[in-house]
């Protein structure tokens, strides 16, 4: 149990480390005269694409033995996918039936958060980070 919850620590590190990462790279293409959209695309996609290598380095230690890089990054991306839409779900669900995230919405994008990263960390760990 608690070799699990170490990485789901560390899961949960990437993931913060990697929002600040996207933040601030779709603030400097912003800057560099990208459009809100492409910007937005270019900085989610490296921001995945960092969250997959810092995960398959320091929170899981390695993918699959024989793996191609591309692919597990690929299927990487799309596991992630699921957690991203439970965020939204319970973010959503939370900011209309919960009175204090109505008040409060970053409690509302906290529980999201919380939702998506249990999700995808479950996914990672069980389908592309698999020993």
């Known amino acids: 149990m608690l070799p699990h919850l170490v990485k789901l620590g560390k ?8 929002l600040g990462l996207d933040t601030l ?5 912003m800057r560099f005269g990208l459009k809100p959209n492409a910007a937005r695309i270019a900085s989610v996609f490296l921001a995945m694409v960092c969250s997959w290598l810092l995960n398959r380095i320091f929170t899981f230690k390695a993918g699959k033995p024989g793996r ?11 596991s992630q996918l699921p957690g991203a839409v439970m965020n939204a779900v319970v ?14 919405p970053l409690i509302a994008v906290f529980l999201g958060s919380c939702a998506g990263l249990l999700l995808n960390y479950l996914l990672a760990s069980r389908y592309i980070f698999k020993h």
């Open 91 to 104: 973010s959503l669900w939370a900011f209309h039936h919960i009175a204090i995230a109505a008040t409060y």
């Open 11 to 18: 899961f949960a590190l990437v993931g913060c480390l990697v």
């Open 25 to 29: 790279m779709f603030t400097a293409f």
């Open 68 to 78: 191609n890089f591309m692919f597990e990054c690929g299927a990487f991306m799309l």
